[in-house]
């Protein structure tokens, strides 16, 4: 009798996760930066929140025009790539057979059983085995542009929302110290969040996510109050 195992693999995320984790940080970060240099250069809280805001509509604009672009070129690679296998399997199949039972036998398989494998392979879906085993395209590691355009776009403007919730429900006194603790708590979460889907050691993500996000912080912050405008 065979026993049913469900298996659950983490990189069936790697699309939107990575998506994801970077607008969400660069919302955090980008933002929550520049309402601190604005606000170290005395600027006034109308000012902050509205210079805040304006980031965000940029920043999550910029972000789904870059990752649409970025993963298109991607996506124009990989079809390309697989068009030309496909009219190399159409004029060459004897070739592309060696082709595949080569790389079976730099994976272990003796010569007789990869060109076994490879010719049975070809058989069910030749294109298919072809774009897994030789060029490395997958479903799961496809390009899908539209994806990560979305994910990037919307997860940059929940990242930013939370230093210009903070702006209007903070006295202007504490603004600096406020937009700081909270932005460095979002991005630990974000981290440990992260880490979490994708399987990763959670204290390691966090901190490697919260440290580089202070260190951006600080430094917007410290050159708005070293030169008395925003940078």
Do not use: C
């Not at 026993?3 to 659950?8: L, S, T, V």
């Not at 607008?23 to 902050?48: H, P, Q």
């Not at 060459?92 to 010719?119: N, W």
């Amino acid at each position: 009798m065979a026993i049913k195992h469900a298996e659950r693999h983490r990189t069936t995320r790697i699309g939107w996760l990575r998506a994801a984790v970077l607008g969400a940080n660069d919302g955090i970060v980008s933002t929550a930066s520049l309402v601190l240099g604005v606000a170290a250069a005395g600027s006034s809280a109308s000012n902050v929140l509205l210079t805040g805001v304006a980031g965000l509509v940029a920043g999550a604009m910029s972000m789904a025009a870059g990752e649409y672009v970025s993963v298109s070129s991607q996506s124009d690679t990989e079809n390309a790539d697989l068009a030309r296998e496909r009219e190399e399997l159409a004029t060459e199949p004897i070739r592309e057979h060696a082709e595949m039972a080569a790389i079976y036998v730099k994976r272990g398989l003796d010569a007789t059983l990869a060109a076994q494998v490879a010719q049975q392979l070809m058989a069910h879906d030749a294109l298919g085995a072809h774009a897994r085993d030789e060029l490395g395209i997958s479903e799961t590691m496809s390009a899908k542009p539209f994806q990560a355009a979305w994910t990037s776009a919307t997860s940059f403007s929940a990242g930013a929302a939370m230093p210009l919730l903070i702006v209007v429900l903070v006295p202007p006194s504490t603004l600096l110290w406020a937009v700081s603790g909270s932005a460095l708590l979002s991005l630990a979460l974000l981290g440990s969040l992260a880490a979490r889907a994708g399987g990763a050691p959670v204290i390691k993500a966090a901190a490697r996510v919260t440290f580089w996000g202070a260190l951006a912080m600080a430094m917007t912050a410290g050159l708005g109050a070293l030169f008395g405008v925003a940078p």
